[in-house]
């Protein structure tokens, strides 16, 4: 409803200035070119992938507004030019046997100004980086947007079963573990503190910065979890005050990889174990378990494990690799 009110909001915006010099507004209109070069996640050039580039604003038309189309060539790289009265452009990328790419407006750097009617910097290489589709394999994965059944107690969560541990739910492996402390003084006052730890011990997690929803590769982490530096706990914090900006440990753009089940040898080694990793932060976040023993955590969309009945279900909705 936001993004069809912004776009309804532009639209209007362009109606009411159909009649009006938007030089008078924006300032004069200039030319610019930019340079895409396409390259894989190794920096080798993709040639014959389809970039396109839109420029301008919504409901506006050319000059000021346009989109091009083009193939990369054999260097992997994609000349668009045009002119508007504004500074913004988005692309995207994409070629069979690879994670598309996109980004959207606002996340590019715009042009900065204007100079003898080019806008400035002049074709400037914008980098685009298309990862290879590898080896996608099936996995659990759901979204989790809930909060802890009880307080001040232990409660396990099964990532197999998709539910708390009995009795809060169907779950019985307590793969990652949980006690909520809440001290509330009013609706905007409060403490909460959230520890996270593991019922096995040579489990844990570590934190990661995955890509951006809406801008970059669709597969936004790397191919593989890390094969060691997992803790075995983590205690996460928000504070709030009226008026006051909220303080917390808390990363909703952020993410994690995880080790569970693991098994060692006698040296310590581990020889089992399932890897898996997690978009966003507890407890508004997507998580994805790969049960083959293997550090791979590319997901391959078409084969979730949990089998849902309805992909527009609000837990299985959309997830991406």
């Given at each position: ?33 930019v340079?895409?070069r396409?390259?894989d ?18 409901g506006?038309?050319e ?7 083009l ?8 000349v ?25 407006r ?18 400037p290489?914008v ?9 996608p ?47 509330q ?137």
């Amino acid at each position: 409803m936001k993004r069809l009110l912004i776009y309804l909001g532009w639209i209007l915006l362009a109606a009411s200035l159909g009649a009006v010099d938007l030089t008078k507004v924006w300032g004069p209109r200039a030319s610019f070119q930019v340079t895409f070069r396409v390259i894989d996640e190794e920096g080798r050039p993709v040639e014959g992938a389809k970039l396109g580039c839109g420029w301008g604003r919504m409901g506006f038309k050319e000059p000021d507004a346009g989109q091009a189309n083009l193939l990369t060539g054999q260097i992997g790289e994609a000349v668009v030019t045009g002119r508007s009265v504004f500074n913004e452009y988005a692309f995207h990328a994409e070629k069979p046997g690879y994670y598309e790419t996109r980004a959207p407006r606002p996340d590019l750097p715009l042009f900065k100004e204007r100079a003898n009617g080019r806008w400035q910097p002049w074709n400037p290489t914008v980098p685009v980086v298309l990862k290879r589709i590898r080896n996608p394999v099936p996995m659990y994965v759901r979204r989790v947007s809930a909060s802890l059944p009880v307080l001040n107690k232990t409660v396990g969560y099964d990532l197999e079963i998709g539910d708390w541990v009995e009795p809060q739910g169907k779950g019985h492996t307590a793969d990652m573990v949980f006690v909520g402390i809440l001290e509330q003084r009013a609706s905007q006052d409060f403490d909460w503190e959230l520890q996270v730890s593991f019922s096995n011990p040579a489990d844990g997690l570590q934190r990661f910065s995955p890509g951006s929803q809406t801008s970059g590769s669709k597969l936004r982490s790397p191919y593989e979890a890390p094969a060691d530096g997992y803790v075995p706990s983590l205690t996460l914090t928000q504070s709030r005050r009226p008026n006051v900006r909220d303080q917390t440990t808390f990363k909703p753009e952020g993410g994690y990889f995880f080790r569970v089940r693991t098994e060692l040898d006698a040296q310590g080694n581990v020889v089992k174990a399932w890897y898996g990793k997690i978009y966003g932060d507890f407890f508004d976040m997507a998580y994805y378990l790969n049960p083959d023993g293997t550090r791979n955590v590319e997901f391959d969309p078409k084969r979730n494990l949990f089998h849902p009945q309805n992909d527009r279900d609000s837990a299985f909705w959309n997830l991406g690799p």
